[in-house]
């Protein structure tokens, strides 16, 4: 009997086929039964994926993951949805760690509760009393403070306490004192407030700096409590990324010998202040560490509204003598503008009265030429005169804008502007000039939680829903436009758009799952939407429970 082999090998054949299609290859973890997000260009959703070595590895349908990946840690994420991890376009790190670990002030509901709070503080530094976060538009008695209920209670402790937006402080005359203001000065782009001709203890923007310089210097050990205490915070509110708007050299030195003793694990778009180790540190190029990248520069050209800093073109519409303060003179910016270009750096300027916003895109405008791809950024722009919206376009600068500045500061900004109030918090208007705006909290002034950016952003309400259907409704963002400026758009102001901003092969991955979709979830939901998990380059950095 003749026997055929052909069937038998045809077979064989197709049966290694089969088998070398489904062999797993190994990952370190895989995420399942999920909704992602991947936020690809495409906006793919889809339900699985696999990660090794901190990048994402491949993402697909449930069962394709799962039959081509093995991995020693699976977990099913049960239908909930899963994001890359939240970028935090415009925030203070450092700054807010050490927050944490002074008076808070925020919620105050006058100045005697602010007293109330400090003498209940064990925080301080180096004999100091400290406490951030006072804003007197909140309280019934809406004037300024004194030192005078400072002076009652501590005549004999220095005290400074920052007002929430940081542009200005008040302090007492102990503080004073030690500062070595006795009487009336001039203070380039600051002013100190008298009462009868003393110094009352309120001091705007760069007066600040006269007490600053007296107050002791974080140590190591406070700078390094400082970070443990921001990157948890952070990892519990699903943020793996952050741009840290301005340090000095020597403190970026600081963190990156954390960053080597595996201290550091939140990743830092780390942007460099103009003191006088800036240019020297420019000239030897962009740096990068594990875990910090330097190469941009962060000017501040005007103060806060709140604080009636911000630079306007007319006069405050509550304050008819007062247009603001323009925080150095033009060569000052001009000059900087000039190194950034020649040390290929980005320029990042704080602008947030409408004269401060015109003045910088005029600067910028100069340096720039055109359409370009230097990424040039103004944070804050938060009031724009009309005449001004399409430099952002034809000269491609960045409005890197805080959703929950409009929902903070709405019930009194109208006070401030009057009619200008329209020409403000513009976040539709400004993202098409670019097709993007980039979204961060601006924390510790606002709450660091992404979710309520995402909501300020999409509802443009308080949380608890006024003003009845939202604040300047043509400038909220679509959901998706405000997701995107939470990952994808904050990666791309901050040249990181091939590493982080969206799960694709490749891309490190850096992941939240919450328990709730904020795609459909509803204005009443979001109260109940909590991070579940946080993973950054793919190691559980958080979980609820």
């Not at 950016?453 to 999409?458: K, L």
Request: include cysteine; proline fraction near 5%.
């Amino acid at each position: 009997m003749r026997f055929s082999v052909a069937p038998l090998l045809a077979s064989l054949s197709f049966l290694t086929l089969f088998s070398c299609h489904y062999q797993h290859m190994d990952a370190d973890l895989i995420i399942h039964n999920a909704t992602i997000y991947t936020m690809d260009a495409a906006r793919t959703k889809t339900e699985a994926m696999a990660i090794k070595d901190g990048v994402v590895l491949a993402t697909g349908p449930e069962r394709e993951i799962l039959n081509r990946y093995s991995a020693p840690e699976k977990i099913d994420a049960r239908k909930q949805p899963v994001y890359p991890g939240f970028i935090d376009a415009h925030c203070h790190f450092l700054y807010y760690g050490q927050s944490l670990r002074e008076a808070e002030l925020m919620g105050s509901a006058s100045m005697e509760e602010v007293v109330d709070r400090l003498k209940n503080s064990t925080t301080g530094r180096g004999g100091w009393l400290l406490g951030r976060g006072w804003d007197q538009n909140e309280w019934e008695d809406k004037r300024f403070p004194t030192s005078a209920l400072l002076d009652e209670a501590f005549p004999d402790v220095p005290v400074y306490i920052a007002r929430v937006d940081g542009h200005a402080a008040v302090v007492n005359k102990k503080a004073l004192e030690l500062a070595g203001i006795d009487g009336p000065r001039e203070v380039e782009g600051g002013k100190i407030e008298l009462d009868n001709g003393v110094p009352s203890g309120l001091l705007i923007d760069r007066a600040m700096e006269l007490v600053q310089a007296v107050i002791p210097p974080f140590t190591d050990e406070d700078i390094e409590a400082a970070i443990k205490l921001a990157q948890d915070k952070c990892f519990a509110a699903g943020i793996t990324s952050v741009a840290d708007a301005g340090l000095p050299a020597s403190m970026i030195r600081k963190l990156h010998a954390l960053d080597e003793r595996g201290v550091l694990k939140m990743h830092i778009y780390q942007m460099l202040s103009p003191d006088d180790e800036a240019e020297s540190w420019m000239q030897n190029g962009h740096f990068e560490s594990e875990h910090i990248v330097v190469r941009s520069l962060k000017l501040f050209s005007d103060g806060a509204l709140g604080s009636r800093g911000a630079a306007m073109i007319e006069p405050y519409s509550d304050d008819p003598d007062n247009h603001g303060l323009i925080l150095n003179p033009a060569s000052y910016y001009q000059e900087w503008a000039g190194r950034c270009t020649a040390y290929d750096y980005q320029l990042v300027t704080h602008a947030i009265g409408d004269s401060a916003n015109r003045e910088v895109l005029g600067w910028y405008a100069d340096e720039l030429g055109g359409t370009n791809d230097k990424r040039w950024r103004i944070e804050h722009a938060q009031v724009v005169h009309p005449d001004d919206i399409q430099k952002f376009g034809e000269y491609s600068i960045i409005p890197s804008m805080q959703p929950t500045h409009a929902t903070s500061d709405m019930f009194w900004a109208v006070d401030r502007l009057g009619e200008r109030i329209r020409d403000s918090y513009r976040l539709e208007t400004l993202r098409q000039q670019l097709g993007m705006v980039p979204l961060g909290t601006d924390f510790p002034i606002e709450d660091i939680d992404p979710l309520q950016t995402f909501f300020a952003a999409v509802f443009r309400t308080t949380q608890d829903g006024r003003p009845e259907g939202g604040f300047q409704m043509e400038d909220a963002l679509s959901r998706e436009h405000a997701l995107m400026g939470m990952t994808m758009w904050a990666a791309i102001a901050n040249f990181e758009e091939n590493r982080r901003g969206s799960l694709e092969p490749g891309k490190i991955a850096d992941v939240v799952i919450l328990n709730r979709d904020l795609m459909t979830a509803s204005a009443a939901d979001f109260k109940n939407i909590e991070v579940q998990m946080t993973f950054v380059k793919g190691e559980k950095v958080y979980q609820a429970y």
